[in-house]
């Protein structure tokens, strides 16, 4: 069962934990162990394609789809995608067909970015680099940019980015007291996570907003480079009601009031929900108590079928890096 995230864990010294969090740590440790022995027991396969890893630190929400999203579109078509294919029935590899399968089917994340880049699924991330490998229709893929792969041990990765979220407004802090799940948002202990990453790349929440000095220097001497989502919101000259099924959804409530709607009312669900016809039409009724329409996030809202598409408005985002050709500059470099 999905759960949701709890808002304590992006806290800085988690505040607002709940008292009973010290029973959280003896899981904490089983996590650690069992991670520790998969390690020791990987043996990573070595793809001829350049392998990109974007990854984080954290259980989801530091912005790693955009990110992956805007890196395939700076490498165009040397480039193409792989993932996990998380939420989705299929096991892989499969090549993604944004006109035939469904979320359902490849994951909500994997949908979202074939609309426009070549992608391939494969719970076996080494399958999945097969298959890119494999492809013979022009131009074929040099470069693999694989999809919240920090933690995999299957493949060699050529470049590890880590992305961080940099939103630090209102007490948030992207690895709260650094506790590791689910005793926090940790997948592993900070500085093991840091130790691999090549690139680090801080997820700003608008192109005003400045990045947190403290938070660079943790990130030591690795290359900082600052992305910012661009919200390509559409014009609804009426009240919204929004609801989200993300990591951290209460970013896309501040979202949608930053960019001026009239909110009259938000609903978070566990990240990658699948909400039911009853649960759409529950929200459904609230909106239609303050005459507002539905508003979700693109992830949300490419899981809909087409009735529920055509009721409810998405607000598609994006991410800008500042220094774009500075970070092309320091792949080409890296692949030699």
Not at 53 to 67: A, C, R
Not at 94 to 103: F, G, I, K, L, M
């Amino acid at each position: 069962m999905a759960i949701k995230t709890p808002e304590w864990w992006y806290k800085k010294n988690a505040a607002g934990a709940p008292w009973w969090r010290p029973v959280l740590w003896p899981l904490s440790l089983i996590w650690r162990a069992i991670n520790a022995i998969k390690a020791a027991n990987a043996r990573p396969y070595r793809s001829s394609l350049f392998v990109i890893s974007i990854g984080n630190l954290t259980l989801g929400g530091s912005g790693k789809t955009p990110i992956a999203d805007a890196l395939l579109d700076l490498l165009a078509t040397e480039a193409a995608g792989l993932s996990r294919g998380h939420g989705g029935s299929l096991s892989g590899p499969v090549n993604v067909d944004p006109h035939s399968h469904t979320a359902a089917e490849v994951g909500d994340e994997p949908l979202m970015l074939a609309q426009d880049h070549p992608f391939v699924i494969a719970r076996d991330r080494a399958a999945g680099l097969r298959l890119i490998e494999k492809r013979r229709k022009k131009p074929r893929p040099t470069i693999a940019v694989v999809d919240d792969a920090h933690q995999n041990l299957a493949i060699v990765k050529d470049l590890h980015i880590l992305v961080v979220d940099g939103d630090t407004r209102n007490g948030a802090w992207p690895f709260g007291d650094g506790g590791v799940c689910p005793y926090g948002p940790m997948r592993e202990p900070f500085a093991q996570g840091l130790k691999r990453a090549d690139i680090c790349v801080l997820w700003m929440p608008d192109d005003d907003a400045v990045a947190d000095e403290y938070l660079i220097s943790l990130l030591g001497d690795k290359p900082v480079f600052i992305a910012r989502l661009q919200v390509h919101a559409p014009a609804i000259p009426a009240p919204v009601y929004g609801f989200a099924g993300i990591a951290k959804p209460w970013k896309f409530e501040a979202t949608l009031r930053n960019e001026g709607y009239d909110l009259t009312g938000f609903a978070g669900f566990p990240d990658h929900a699948a909400l039911s016809e009853s649960e759409l039409e529950a929200l459904a009724a609230k909106a239609g108590a303050s005459d507002a329409r539905l508003i979700t996030t693109q992830k949300d809202w490419i899981k809909l079928d087409a009735n529920w598409r055509e009721r409810i408005a998405c607000l598609p985002i994006s991410a800008k890096f500042d220094d774009e050709a500075g970070l092309l500059e320091l792949i080409r470099a890296r692949q030699g």
